[in-house]
């Protein structure tokens, strides 16, 4: 089993629309985790962080359920801009390596 | 205020040569990764190094990749014998107190 498992889409909505991804991670001593995003032929930049109350920025939501061990990203509104690949990246501690998952791609059309 | 720079930008070589890597991280910052990445992947971690020694290596794949990070800064990867399965971008990364911030990659590319 992977580390950090993601549903590889494609996602494929409308602009306006409201789309979600989840991921999984398999090491319940996990302690940080990330959303990432990248574009075609870029390097993976910082979305936000995940914390456990859930957080919100802008159009963007992500929430985390340690119980079941996994991290959701919520696109409100979305723009043809949010086009990308969406990284879920977990941490197991603070001096740990950190491990990315798989990735899902996003595709808004007009 | 650089970001992280990776050199080469592009490698293209022969099967069976030798490469190196070089990444040179953000000034300041005690964490670097490294990680590759082939097309429709996300990024495979392959070592990490706090500050000058390798804190985990669990992700290279085999004894024909090494890393060093002798002063603490910048880090080389190396590959020996380089196989056309080696071919991806090879990604570096850096952190300090935020999370990790990227160079642009390298693309190897093996013939």
């Known amino acids: 089993r992977k580390e950090v498992e993601q549903d590889p889409g494609p996602f494929n909505v409308p602009e306006g629309a409201t789309v979600a991804f989840n991921c999984t991670y398999s090491?319940?001593?996990?302690?940080?985790f990330f959303w990432y995003r990248q574009d075609c032929r870029k390097e993976p930049k910082l979305l936000m962080s995940v914390y456990s109350s859930g957080n919100e920025d802008g159009r963007f939501t992500a929430q985390l359920n340690r119980a079941s061990q996994y991290i959701s990203l919520l696109i409100r509104d979305s723009k043809l801009s949010d086009s990308a690949t969406y990284l879920c990246?977990?941490?197991?501690?603070?001096?740990?390596?950190?491990?990315f998952g798989s990735g899902t791609r996003l595709s808004i059309r007009p | 205020g650089a970001g992280v720079s990776q050199t080469p930008s592009n490698k293209v070589t022969e099967k069976g040569k030798y490469v190196e890597l070089r990444c040179d991280p953000i000034s300041g910052h005690t964490a670097l990764y490294w990680y590759r990445q082939s097309l429709g992947q996300g990024p495979e971690f392959l070592i990490y190094?706090?500050?000058?020694?390798?804190?985990?290596d669990s992700g290279l794949p085999n004894d024909r990749f090494f890393a060093v990070r002798p002063e603490g800064s910048v880090s080389t990867l190396k590959i020996q014998r380089t196989e056309r399965g080696d071919s991806a971008v090879y990604l570096c990364?850096?952190?300090?107190?935020?999370?990790?911030?990227f160079g642009n990659g390298t693309r190897l590319t093996v013939t």
């Open positions: 190094f706090q500050g000058t020694g390798a804190a985990d």
């Open positions: 990246v977990v941490r197991d501690s603070s001096a740990s390596k950190i491990i």
């Open positions: 990364a850096s952190s300090g107190r935020k999370p990790l911030h």
């Open positions: 090491n319940s001593a996990s302690q940080s």
